[in-house]
């Protein structure tokens, strides 16, 4: 058996469509999830009876181990026989759930769970759109929705290349990727003080991204979305650990030397650090990152024997400066489609502010007239109408003397136009 410190270290790895599922657990149902994908192993074809050890999942989160405990972990595996996991896709609709057996024996520290069948393309012999990320990055989180953030985060890393990446969704979506109902958190000071800002705090402090900005994009007057943007530490150092223990040694360490950032992402990457340092300076450190960035991105397409002599050939090339400056063009033709997209929708909401103003103005002004003017303008405009129009015309100046308005917006250029005839505009 691992010991914690291994499963500390172990891989969680999940299909990108996964990651993107809508669906609601707590934070007990993603204990059990990581205790299982922890077991899973990178070769296996089929799923197999997973035994997991409560005790054990107690001690990798820094939690008291109890009969409690064992209570709470065994209702938690029954929620995830029933937990809908929604992966649709346009008009397919595809939902699941993530355990299909579970078996334990009450007050013991042992559950037998199998993860439901149709999840294997998602979770098994993964080669291409996943990702995947260290296990003890997210061991001491204290929410569930603090590991949603953080996958999405980590999905789109590689579009930094190293640097910043963001993510954004519409709130509307954030909630449903959460599987929060949307009569839940209606007031958006809510959704960020009770579910975003707990989650990007956790996520800054104890993974290897930074938080760099969070930003609450209007649409109007309303809040829309929002986009987080991020970028990998310079020194990745999760904790192995309780972030509670504290050292009896009082005696100051010196700290350790910060290496430059692409001789740490070779380092990171398998490289030695005489080697590391040696293909940077040789390489520069730029090209070198672009260069692990593009093998990583093969590595998701397929299986390399030797990742590091596959990294060494393509420095010599010119594959991964190709393959950046494609990612960077793509990044920026999609800035451009967004930047296009919020301008005409910033157009579209002038049109409509210009509309209803002047709809306040024609109706005004055709209130404040006596009543026979206002039948003269009336009178007017039915005239100028086709006979199939007329018919409604009648029947919504019916429905004016009635109260209704409705008329003026059906019917607001002929008002103008008659209005403006007669000098009232």
Request: charge should be positive.
């Amino acid at each position: 058996m691992a010991s914690g410190d291994e499963r500390k270290l172990s891989i969680i790895k999940k299909d990108n469509d996964l990651i993107q599922a809508k669906y609601r657990v707590g934070i007990h149902e993603q204990r059990l999830l990581f205790a299982v994908l922890g077991a899973i192993r990178t070769d296996d074809k089929v799923f197999n009876k997973y035994t997991i050890n409560l005790q054990e999942i107690a001690q990798l989160h820094g939690i008291t181990a109890s009969n409690d405990l064992y209570k709470q972990l065994h209702r938690a595996a029954e929620e995830l026989l029933v937990t809908i996991v929604d992966i649709s896709q346009g008009n397919l609709v595809r939902k699941t759930t993530w355990f299909n057996y579970v078996e334990y024996v009450p007050n013991e520290a042992q559950l037998k769970v199998t993860i439901h069948d149709e999840l294997k393309p998602y979770l098994l012999q993964l080669k291409a759109n996943f990702t995947q990320y260290q296990f003890a990055a997210v061991a001491n989180f204290k929410n569930s929705y603090s590991i949603r953030f953080y996958e999405l985060l980590k999905m789109r890393q590689n579009m930094g290349k190293g640097g910043q990446f963001y993510i954004e969704y519409a709130l509307v979506e954030i909630k449903k990727l959460l599987g929060i109902p949307r009569d839940e958190y209606k007031q958006i000071v809510h959704l960020k003080t009770r579910i975003i800002e707990p989650s990007i705090k956790e996520i800054d402090t104890q993974t290897d991204l930074n938080i760099v900005q969070v930003d609450y994009i209007k649409k109007g007057r309303a809040i829309h979305s929002i986009k987080i943007t991020a970028e990998p530490k310079k020194q990745r150092i999760l904790a192995i650990q309780d972030p509670e223990d504290t050292s009896r040694d009082s005696t100051p360490k010196t700290p350790p030397e910060k290496l430059p950032q692409a001789v740490q992402a070779l380092l990171d990457f398998g490289f030695s650090e005489s080697e590391a340092r040696a293909l940077v300076k040789m390489y520069k450190g730029e090209k070198a990152l672009q260069s692990i960035a593009y093998v990583n991105e093969k590595r998701k397409e397929r299986e390399l024997k030797d990742p590091c002599a596959y990294l060494r050939t393509v420095l010599k090339g010119d594959a991964g400066e190709k393959w950046a400056n494609a990612q960077k063009q793509t990044q920026e033709n999609s800035q451009q489609q967004i930047f296009e997209q919020q301008k005409q929708e910033a157009e579209e909401l002038k049109r409509i502010e210009k509309e209803r103003k002047e709809l306040e103005k024609i109706t005004k002004i055709f209130e404040q007239l006596d009543e026979l003017d206002q039948d003269l303008i009336l009178d007017e405009i039915e005239l100028g109408l086709k006979t199939l129009v007329r018919v409604r015309f009648k029947s919504e100046r019916g429905a004016l003397a009635m109260g209704s308005k409705s008329i003026f917006r059906l019917y607001t250029e002929a008002f103008r136009a008659v209005l403006t005839a007669h000098g009232y505009l």
